[in-house]
């Protein structure tokens, strides 16, 4: 951990550090054990970007050791619900063509909510979903109604006007 800190080059003492250092020390043990420095360095700084931005996200590791796939999924509060969770585990399990092996959740002081979930995927057959598309489809059933309207009117009006009617609506 102390290697990924050092990388983000952080003042000791700042408001960043703090923050990246819970980032840290929330994720699951098995995040911090099997993951590279690298991983766990793109790992906290898209964590830290969703909780600045109060935005749901999912990040995937396939294990290269074994069948598994380790994939952390971030929610708000108000949508974090079995239901959704079901949902949720419906993907993950047709996407590898696998089973649930663990599920763990957590709610903290924080924005978002944050689902782990272990998935055994069948050894007989590769992924044939590339990872950014089920990132994607996991991501749609997890946005809130901001964000899905953010997104729908970066989609259809150019930037500048997008902006305007973000600070609007929003």
Not at 149 to 164: G, K, R
Request: charged fraction near 25%.
């Amino acid at each position: 951990l102390s290697e990924v800190l050092q990388r983000l080059s952080l003042k000791v003492d700042g408001h960043n550090y703090r923050k990246f250092t819970h980032i840290l020390a929330s994720l699951p043990k098995r995040e911090l054990y099997e993951s590279s420095v690298e991983q766990l360095l793109v790992l906290a700084k898209g964590i830290y970007n969703l909780n600045t931005k109060s935005q749901s996200g999912t990040f995937i590791r396939e294990n290269n050791f074994n069948q598994q796939v380790s994939v952390l999924v971030f929610v708000s509060k108000d949508a974090f619900c079995t239901d959704l969770r079901d949902d949720i585990e419906g993907e993950l399990t047709a996407a590898f063509k696998g089973k649930i092996l663990s599920r763990r959740s957590m709610l903290n002081d924080d924005y978002l909510a944050q689902w782990h979930f272990i998935v055994e995927k069948d050894s007989s057959s590769a992924t044939l979903m590339p990872v950014s598309e089920i990132i994607s489809r996991i991501e749609i059933k997890t946005q809130s109604w901001n964000e899905s309207l953010t997104s729908l009117v970066h989609q259809q009006w150019p930037m500048e006007q997008a902006i305007v009617f973000e600070k609007k609506y929003n």
